[in-house]
């Protein structure tokens, strides 16, 4: 049973940094891909970056190229996202998403997901 649980959401101003983790159970990551989603209020699951498995590298949405970053440490099973010069439109709640293959950045090719951590930034 996968388990996936994200953490280190919360309240910052704009231009400010946060961290995120998730922590999973159940698999091996190593093997599989992770990335992080959001959604706001009122819209769609949005994809946000992924980790490929195999070391394939990783990928971003544009809209947080340059300003975040996904990473790893297999040997704790947790992923991590770090996300710098927070903007408003960021506020969303966060998801950890895991697959055994990376086929691309819909929701839909995603079969496990963490319940969720909501970051808000403020002006």
């Known amino acids: 049973q996968v388990q996936l649980v994200e953490s280190g959401g919360g309240l910052v101003q704009a231009g400010a940094s946060l961290r995120l983790s998730c922590a999973a159970s159940?698999?091996?990551?190593?093997?599989?891909?992770m990335g992080w989603f959001r959604q706001a209020p009122g819209t769609g699951r949005e994809f946000v970056a992924a980790?490929?498995?195999?070391?394939?590298?990783?990928t971003y949405a544009d809209s947080v190229k340059g300003r975040f970053t996904i990473s790893r440490d297999n040997a704790k099973n947790t992923l991590y996202l770090q996300m710098n010069n927070l903007k408003l439109e960021d506020t969303a709640v966060y998801y950890c998403?895991?697959?055994?293959?990376?086929?691309?950045?819909?929701?839909?090719?995603?079969?496990?997901w963490g319940p969720g951590t909501q970051v808000t930034v403020s002006s």
């Open positions: 998403v895991l697959e055994p293959s990376y086929r691309g950045p819909s929701p839909r090719y995603y079969t496990y």
């Open positions: 159940g698999r091996t990551l190593g093997t599989y891909t």
């Open positions: 980790s490929i498995s195999g070391g394939a590298g990783t």
